[in-house]
């Protein structure tokens, strides 16, 4: 499975942005997609994530209420609508798969996003 992420830029805080995930490759193994970030001088953690069949997704407390996943299985993409962006929010994106079940098998390359106050 390859992942390319896209989507991040320069907002302000309060804003919006969508980050998009293009799967492609052998995504009908997948299992799970998730959206990490890491910050400068910080470990990468995890933002959100949702089964690439059914309707169960899960979310950091950080994100919870602001961030929605969701995905487009015909179009092999999984999306991170980000609202009410806060400086803290400033990271590098990725996206991942699961395959295994048991960890994130494929990481995107990241895509920055860059919260102004």
């Known amino acids: 499975v390859q992942l390319q992420a896209s989507g991040g830029g320069l907002v302000q805080a309060g804003d919006s942005l969508r980050l998009s995930c293009a799967a492609s490759?052998?995504?009908?193994?997948?299992?799970?997609m998730g959206w990490f970030r890491q910050a400068p001088g910080k470990e990468r953690e995890f933002v959100s994530s949702?089964?690439?069949?059914?309707?169960?997704?899960y979310y950091s407390d950080s994100v919870k209420g602001r961030f929605t996943i969701s995905r487009d299985n015909a179009q092999n993409r999984v999306y991170l609508q980000m609202n009410s962006l806060k400086p803290e929010d400033t990271a590098v994106y990725y996206c991942?798969?699961?395959?295994?079940?048991?960890?994130?098998?494929?990481w995107g390359q990241g895509t920055q996003v860059t919260v102004s106050s």
């Open positions: 991942a798969a699961s395959v295994t079940k048991t960890k994130y098998d494929y």
């Open positions: 949702i089964r690439w069949s059914g309707s169960s997704t």
């Open positions: 490759g052998r995504t009908s193994s997948t299992y799970l």
